[in-house]
């Protein structure tokens, strides 16, 4: 990749290599500049250098193109999401462009060859949105600068809506005639001044949005809310004009301000509650730090962004600092927190030597690290691209609310104009009123809302578990299942092997076997020397060892006398006639200390349990789910890991297409079925199943096939999962509900002249708010430890070594 930068118009290569470095970027997302036009310079976007942070390569139809991850500002709803899509749709050179309204972002894929994203940039800019890389989206400056001017706008729209109330109250509490007509007037001449800010500048947001879909030929929710506060404020301000005009004396700008600050209330609490809900998944993907510390040739340090890191460098980060990249540890130790990857805030120890990954945070003091990988080729680059994907997936439920409420949006505004005629020839003083409040009750907010905030609250709560969902699709699917198939070896047993039994010859104990074999084992790298040395505990000084690939050690102790260990044939002996002796087991991996004169101990090794296998097993039957066990190991083993954690059916032996065969077989029996595999050669199988899950590290994050990726390999956390789906529909279902029943109540009442334009602004914003507050029960998980120790663990591991003397 070009490791240049290209600059401005009218600004110096140099200078933009100095604002790159420094944070200053010359660029439309810049901490300096105000909002964006469509003549702002887009140029920068084109720059590989940036492109690195939000743009890959991936296969396309005929060759491979670019996909792109950017942040779309200024996106309200569902329509606004339909808009941005059709005005990069109509571009040449884009092949996919998909917007997830709840979360505003855009997932591009765009032919190089045939367009520039800066000009994509531009498309959308005129279709009144702006385009940002995630990072500079989610900056702490934006995020402060838009907040202060929600709260300026529901300011002054409160600080008006209460003169205007104090100036209309008199006409509430006195009967006609009492005050005398030139006060009258004046008062509302008063609310009439009153409520020009509320329109010029309160309502910006609502009259800005309208716009914007008027001149994309689309009906977006803010159209009839923009119409219902335009209505009213002229009709009042007529009344006001020409008290005897053909519109009648009444005016509603008591209502109007009302209303409008409902509105502005309920959006901003809103935002903050949708940004609560995807906090986690924003913090995820905007952990690491903008700046490091850079070691030069001689020394000293020098300052640098994250893109002029290079894979070799040095860097120095301070505490509570992110670690930038994949890194190898320079400094004799460091405490480092992990919970982006396992879930757990506590705290683990790095030595020289040991590697640390990328958004990992440095605990204590300050650590050297040399950088092995930087961007999406490190675990959180790829952790990253899955959380991604997963935050703008259109989930079944949330495409089935757009398509609804896009023509129910059409249907308001002939419902209020119906409701208008109708009433002008009963009433004409009820009739803007009532039209008014049609507009108003009937937005369909909440009903766009209810399903995409209940799945990211709950996608951003696993998130902080350590669990990463690809598809939000899957809730749906997860909640229905009832059968849960477990792989066995790398999932319900540890990706280790331990010792299992230590059978010994007459005269020797398991301990000393184990002593002797550890001095030995201490030199080799071997799971199996591992496991001995795991075993064996404090280990006295290590022997001079010959190692011997795929057969074992040789070593001389201080003595002089010969020790192997190893396979049968390495330390010469018979396996057959070991067998027959009762000194192995014959389905079961062994291996075999020899002195000079023969057989001295044999290590059955076993798969240790994962510690809260029988936990997870035991929950999921309570919740009424059945539990299999499909490996394609031996029968024999199989049944020794199921037998213990109570699992009572079993499938052996069985290669990939065989257990596909078995998961087709389940559904076509009308069973859902949720597979959990380690990610490494069940792709058919977790493809196949209606809801699969990855564990462990290295291999589930290439895994493509999973719809979630368990980091911690917990089985707690599959059972903490299945009922987080099953809470998240139960969620949905009651959102969908109350959105579907109060529009039900709602319309009527307004179509009757009974709700009021201000009671109208208080139950759309109510409604709205309803719905974002009972997704964010979604929000919290219980604690990993609270989980695992739902019921007793099993552990092969854990457990007394099982001696035999033969």
Partial sequence: MAEKYVSSPGVSAAESARRADTNDVAAPWGPHRGPLTVDDDFSVLDDPLEQRDFTQTVDGP???????????????????????????????????????????????????????????????????????????????????????????????AGFCMMQVMMYTWPEYVTTPGQIPPDIVQLLRWASWVLSLPVMLFAS?????????????????????????????????????????GPWGSDVWFDSLTMFVFFLLGGRYLEFRLRDRTAGALDALMNRL????????????????????????????????????????????????????????????????????????????????????????????????????????????????????????????????????WGWWSVDPHRAVATAVAVLIVTCPCALSLATPAAMLAAAGALAQRGVLTRRLQAFEALAAVDTVVFDKTGTLTQDRVVVHEVHTRPGWDAARALQVAARMAQASLHPVSRAIVARAGAVE???????????????????????????????????????????????????????????????????????????????????????????????????????????????????????????????????RVAMVGDGMNDAPVLARADVSFALGHGAPLTQTRADFVVQSARLSDVVAVLEHARATLRVVRQNLAWAAGYNAVSVPLALLGWMPPWAAGLGMAASSLLVIGNAMRLSRLPDAAETASALPAVSAASTPVPESTV
């Avoid at 765009?110 to 367009?115: G, K, L």
């Avoid at 009839?224 to 301000?237: A, D, E, M, N």
């Fill in 289 to 420: 730090p903008e700046q490091v510390q850079r070691e030069r040739p001689d020394g000293t340090l020098e300052r640098v962004s994250l893109k002029r890191l290079q894979i070799g460098d040095v860097v120095r980060i301070e505490a509570g600092q992110a670690f930038p990249g994949d890194a190898t540890v320079l400094s004799d130790a460091a405490t480092v927190d992990e919970a982006l990857l396992t879930g757990e805030s506590h705290p683990v120890t790095r030595r020289q030597g040991d590697s640390v990954v990328a958004g990992s945070y440095n605990v204590a003091g300050t650590v050297r690290v040399r950088i092995d990988r930087l961007g999406r080729e490190t675990r959180f680059g790829q952790i990253v691209a899955l959380m991604e994907q997963a935050s703008t997936e259109r989930p079944r439920l949330a495409r089935l609310a757009d398509r609804v409420a896009a023509p129910f949006l059409g249907l308001v505004l002939l419902a209020a104009a119906l409701s208008a």
């Fill in 541 to 671: 000084a290590p022997w001079v060892v010959q190692e011997s690939p795929g057969r074992g050690l040789t070593a001389r102790d201080p003595q002089g006398q010969t020790w192997r260990l190893g396979s049968a044939a390495h330390c010469g002996l018979d396996e057959r006639a070991l067998a027959a002796a009762g000194r192995s087991v014959p389905d079961m991996p062994c291996a075999y200390l020899a002195d000079e004169a023969g057989w001295v101990a044999t290590f059955v090794l076993d798969e240790g349990v994962r510690a809260d296998a029988r936990a997870a097993v035991q929950r999921l039957r309570a919740l009424g789910v059945q539990v299999w066990l499909l490996s394609g190991d031996r029968l024999g083993a199989a049944q020794r890991v199921a037998r213990p954690l109570g699992i009572e059916h079993v499938i052996a032996g069985a290669s990939p297409e065989d257990k596909l065969v078995a998961v087709q077989r389940w559904q076509a029996e009308g069973h």
């Fill in 62 to 156: 005929a060759a491979p193109v670019q996909e792109s991850v950017l942040m779309v500002q200024g996106m309200y709803c569902a329509a606004c999401a339909d808009a941005v899509e059709a005005a990069l749709a109509a571009q040449p050179g884009v092949l996919e462009a998909q917007v997830h309204a709840a979360t505003r972002r855009l997932v591009l894929r765009w032919d190089p060859a045939r367009v520039r994203l800066s000009e994509l940039a531009r498309a959308v800019g005129r279709a009144g949105y702006r385009l940002l890389p995630m990072r500079h989206a989610l900056a702490v400056s934006a995020r402060v600068q838009e907040t202060r001017q929600a709260l300026w706008r529901l300011f002054v």
């Fill in 204 to 244: 910006g947001p609502f009259f800005t949005s309208a716009w914007r879909d008027l001149r994309q030929g689309r009906i977006g929710m803010d159209v009839p809310v923009s119409i219902g506060i335009l209505v009213t404020f002229v009709v009042s301000s007529l009344a006001t004009f020409e008290p005897g």
